[in-house]
């Protein structure tokens, strides 16, 4: 499958983006479907997965400001990042496997898109 990522930029603390992962080449709801980020100096990390039945995990540093979602209708995956903080500065990856439950290994995931920045000043 084929993943590009959309919606980056830049906005202040507090801020609100929303970044978009088009999905081609296969149906997007029979992938495990995650978000990851990385920064320079740091490894890549989970931000949120999706199951493949729509379960739903985030890293305990975006839980309840991030929202993964997916639009099966127009194969979208979605990250809605509300209260933006500034250590939220990062490239931001698409990621998919064709696993039932998405795999805790970053190294798991098989397709990943070109990344998109996202940066939140203070």
């Known amino acids: 499958i084929q993943l590009v990522e959309s919606g980056g930029g830049s906005v202040p603390a507090g801020g609100s983006l929303r970044l978009s992962c088009a999905v081609s080449?296969?149906?997007?709801?029979?992938?495990?479907m995650a978000w990851f980020r990385q920064t320079l100096d740091q490894e890549r990390e989970g931000v949120a997965t999706?199951?493949?039945?729509?379960?739903?995990n985030y890293a305990e540093s975006v839980k309840g400001r991030f929202t993964i979602s997916q639009v099966s209708a127009n194969h979208t995956l979605y990250l809605q990042m509300d209260s933006l903080k500034p250590e939220d500065t990062a490239t931001y990856y698409c990621?998919?496997?064709?696993?039932?439950?998405?795999?805790?290994?970053?190294?798991?995931?098989?397709?990943w898109g070109q990344g998109t920045q996202v940066t939140v000043s203070s």
């Open positions: 999706m199951d493949v039945d729509g379960t739903t």
């Open positions: 080449g296969a149906t997007s709801t029979s992938y495990c």
């Open positions: 990621a998919g496997v064709r696993f039932w439950q998405c795999p805790a290994r970053t190294d798991q995931y098989r397709f």
